[in-house]
């Protein structure tokens, strides 16, 4: 059985990293056997014969550095955990945000309503309100974001990045006069009502920052190519020579120029990856736009077959000055307590990360079973009042968030002394990633996502030592050593 069940006296807990010596070596497996994060301890050496396949990692060969992992801050999500008994409440948060979690030091913040809310609500309920006289926080922010945000934050010592994402401008600014289904800001680019937008975004952050709430960046519009009709779902028009123009004209002065907001990391995108090409042309390809953009926001969904994962690549190595974030991702059709599900989604967020993608964000990590949209797996179910299940895709998470700690870089990995490109941490169904952390560890993920092989791994050191691994069908086995 893969899943947990928590209340308020029980819930599993992982066997601590320690100190490692030289030589020694942590593992930890997750498996379809019922194994979550089951620790065994191993040393390099030379006695035992080497496997055929083998794992090799060179620390010289240094990539991106790592911001960390994490999920949304949603009015949903937040509506879902003020229902559990107080202090169900704080352990659900803790197995999220502190390290004796997940760790998590990422947060995606809706800037309004996003599809995981309880109702549509702008900042900007006045019509022709072009001066933001009116704006205010809603109910949503402040009853079901701002307390579980505050909370995070302390449970992670400060250290996570918070990002703000705007599904949607007001309906009375848009030319389909409504928050669903698409529709543009009115007038023309850079117009009054542009004008009045590129406030509301500085507007938010003051508001949150009288309620202590700090921002790391944000991005320019959720989703803002793909989500046009059916009109259920809260989206607006921006697309890639929209997003150049709004930004080098209104947004990335208004932004620069407020001392609160200065700072701020600029995104553009906040889409899947088949939208890279166009943006990658017209905005970092425009001087002052370019000047303004500090990274690309990208989503999991869709496949694209001519923006592969190693696109990434290609753009780092055009505009090495910026950095590729996931900034949304969750495994669908909805099927709880399923382990092959939760490999299957890390096989797709190992290549990224070997591309020069600095971090990743999931969506929802807290639901109940209605889902509420109904097409998300969280890391965390809650039953009921007192009861909570983390699912098998938290385990999942916890073999890159638990160990590859911000500010980690990664490093090259080779699977079979594989050629460098395009995927030497590929071989078969099994691939890896590693990454040098902050404090010399050496972090080593496997993934074998093949239904029914064993891999038996030799993973090699810097000093040609080696250490052999049995890795089962459908298991996630991460390596520690310094």
């Not at 502190?98 to 549509?120: K, Q």
């Not at 793909?226 to 809260?234: D, K, Q, S, V």
């Not at 123009?245 to 553009?268: E, Q, S, V």
């Not at 968030?401 to 080779?414: A, C, H, T």
Request: aromatic share 16%.
């Amino acid at each position: 059985m893969m899943n947990c069940v928590c209340n308020a006296t029980y819930c599993d807990e992982m066997s601590p990293l320690g100190t490692l010596s030289p030589g020694q070596v942590a593992v930890y497996t997750s498996s379809m056997s019922g194994k979550r994060l089951e620790r065994t301890n191993l040393n390099f050496g030379t006695s035992d014969k080497p496997n055929s396949i083998t794992v090799k990692v060179n620390e010289n060969m240094k990539n991106q550095t790592i911001f960390g992992f994490g999920g949304a801050l949603t009015g949903y999500q937040g509506y879902v955990i003020s229902k559990l008994d107080p202090a169900v409440q704080q352990i659900v948060l803790q197995q999220i945000f502190s390290p004796d979690g997940l760790g998590y030091t990422i947060g995606r913040v809706p800037i309004g309503a996003s599809d995981y809310s309880l109702d549509v609500y702008s900042y900007a309920e006045v019509p022709g309100d072009m001066n933001l006289t009116y704006f205010a926080l809603g109910d949503e922010d402040i009853k079901y974001k701002i307390p579980y945000i505050q909370q995070a934050q302390a449970l992670a010592g400060g250290k996570i990045k918070l990002f703000g994402s705007p599904w949607t401008a007001p309906g009375w600014m848009k030319t389909t006069g409504s928050t669903h289904g698409g529709g543009m800001i009115k007038g023309d680019i850079n117009g009054p009502y542009y004008q009045t937008w590129a406030q509301y975004y500085v507007k938010f952050f003051e508001e949150y920052a009288k309620n202590n709430v700090s921002f790391w960046g944000f991005t320019v519009m959720n989703e803002p190519v793909g989500n046009g009709p059916p009109t259920y779902f809260l989206a607006n028009h921006f697309n890639s020579t929209m997003h150049r123009d709004f930004i080098k004209g209104l947004l990335g002065p208004a932004i620069r120029n407020n001392p609160l907001t200065k700072n701020l990391k600029i995104m553009m995108n906040d889409d899947n990856r088949g939208n890279v090409p166009a943006f990658v042309r017209d905005v970092y390809g425009d001087p002052i736009a370019h000047q303004y953009t500090d990274g690309f926001a990208i989503h999991f969904y869709g496949y694209y077959a001519d923006t592969t994962w190693e696109t990434f690549t290609q753009v780092h190595e055009q505009f090495p000055d910026k950095f590729i974030l996931y900034t949304e991702g969750s495994r669908s059709p909805v099927k709880y307590g399923s382990w092959t599900d939760s490999v299957n989604y890390m096989v797709n967020m190992i290549p990224p990360l070997n591309n020069w993608v600095n971090g990743w964000t999931d969506w929802n990590m807290v639901l109940d079973p209605s889902g509420w949209w109904g097409y998300q797996v969280p890391c965390i179910l809650v039953n009921s009042t007192y009861e909570f299940e983390k699912q098998p895709i938290y385990y999942g998470y916890a073999h890159f968030s638990k160990f590859i700690v911000p500010d980690s870089v990664v490093i090259n990995l080779k699977i079979n002394d594989a050629p460098y490109a395009p995927a030497s941490y590929m071989y078969q169904n099994l691939m890896g990633l590693a990454a040098l952390t902050p404090f010399g560890q050496k972090v080593v993920v496997l993934n074998n996502h093949d239904a029914n092989a064993y891999y038996n791994v030799t993973l090699y050191n810097s000093q040609g030592s080696w250490v052999n691994l049995d890795l089962e069908p459908w298991s996630i086995t991460t390596v520690i050593y310094v």
